[in-house]
């Protein structure tokens, strides 16, 4: 049995389209069977709320009198891009304040404006023979732009990793702040209300499909950026009219330590066509997998720590070696739910019609890594492999021997396996040689907590962590934890020196 998208549009019309949210869908399902939710169900309503910093929208602002070509555009000293046309620019989400940094940006423009807020807007130009005006400061409404159309390269996320971190410290990510020793995971998406999930061939959400976007009613551009159906990471480029939006589903955010996002509400309606759309929309939480990831790794190619479930996420808790690991969403389940339950009454008030893509979007497409003409060099690159150390039982006076014959300011501990466990500096000897005299041993004076590099670790990481921690070596050691070499300020030297070469 198959439903054709006429009969589904004729229902809308005369008002007796049956619409469900994809959180009702599974029980109908498992009540109905497949067949008899095919017969029952019309239309299936989905929704999202979360931060989607690929956001952002194109102003149209009128000409002014004198007329001026905007080469460089500020709102509310937020700058925008205008190597468009001569009162165009672009306003991307993450932007942030020229004054004010990542405590106010794009994302906040673009909620000002839809709030009705009044929004200061600066121009500057070098001044043209058709286009005189060389600057502008004035005040703007959203309803006196000509055009305030949102176009977001890249929204609403097939499904996303899971975020954890491995490392001894607090770490500020765009997956938020993910505290040291793997002490939360974080996550975002709906899970199974979420748009993509209920459609992931990819069969009816394509390019012209009608959708939700921010209280109002936009429209599917094709694929997103980045967008990578093959390894279930599908992504949506959309658009909307900024001036039918409302504010309670769009919102300005600061993500500590990263930076400006905007959270926006997303929603797709999906029409019951066939059975193979029966079986998509009663996908459960259950049945969408993805991975732990460690954001303590610095890589682009991150480790899965675990792969898990939405319901294992959404269940407030995930076993991790062993540990009980709390989790957090990033982004509101609560709105989710409101997207989706304000694009069904939409439907059933017959405000919204539904549309079979115009063009399809590829289902198996995987996003590539950058390709890289320049390499950036590793640390087993530039490391001292001629290394130093001392182990934790031999005295203090050894390791000031050791220190004294200049080779190196840095000793790194080992065990008697040959564990790194320490380190040990000229100013910790110093101290101990100045002290009371009660110390005896290295184990006694060295520094526990130890900074290190991997051989693989691009050197720029590994500069980064000297400078962050203000030391000037780090111990390179392979995956037992055994010193391999040393890296310090001097071998970074090498870089400017001319010593390496790609």
Known sequence: MEKSLAIINSRIRDGSARVVTAEEMPAIVDELG??????EVDVVTTGTFGAMCSSGAFFNFGHADPPIRMQRVWLNDVEAYGGIAAVDAYLGATQGSASLGDAYGGAHVLEDLVAGNTVELKATSHGTDCYPRRTITTELLLEELNQAI???????????????????????????????KCGNITYSGAGALSPLPNDPAFRLIGSGVP????????????????????????????????????????????????GVTLY???????PVIDIETVRSTAVRDEDILTDVIDYGVPRRDRPSVKKVSYADLKSGSVEIGGETVQTSSLSSYRKAREVAAELKRWIEAGSMELALPTRRISPTRKANPMRETARAPRVREIMNKKVVSITEDEEIRTAAKKLLKGETNHLPV????????????????????????K???????????????????????????????????????????RVVGILSAIDLGKLFGGRWQR
């Open 414 to 437: 080992l065990d008697k396996n040959g564990v790194l466990v320490g380190i040990v500096t000229t100013y910790d000897i110093s101290k101990a040689v100045v002290g009371d005299g």
């Open 264 to 270: 926006i509400g997303v929603g797709v309606p999906i």
């Open 34 to 39: 497949e067949e008899g939710a095919l017969n």
């Open 439 to 481: 110390h005896r041993l290295v184990r006694e004076i060295m520094t526990k907590r130890v900074f290190k590099a991997t051989p693989e670790e691009p050197v720029d990481i590994a500069a980064q962590k000297l400078e962050r921690n203000n030391i000037s070596a780090l111990p390179v050691v392979d995956t037992e934890n």
């Open 150 to 180: 949102m176009v977001n390269p890249r929204n609403s996320y097939q499904r996303y990793n899971a975020a954890i971190n491995s490392t001894d410290r607090t770490l500020s990510t765009y997956m938020g702040t993910l505290l040291p």
């Open 211 to 258: 959708i939700f976007l921010g209280g109002a009613q936009g429209m599917v551009i094709g694929e997103g950026t980045q967008h990578s159906a093959g390894s279930g990471f599908g992504t949506l480029m959309v658009t909307g009219d900024m001036k039918q939006m409302r504010q309670e589903f769009l919102r300005g955010a600061v993500m500590t330590g990263y």
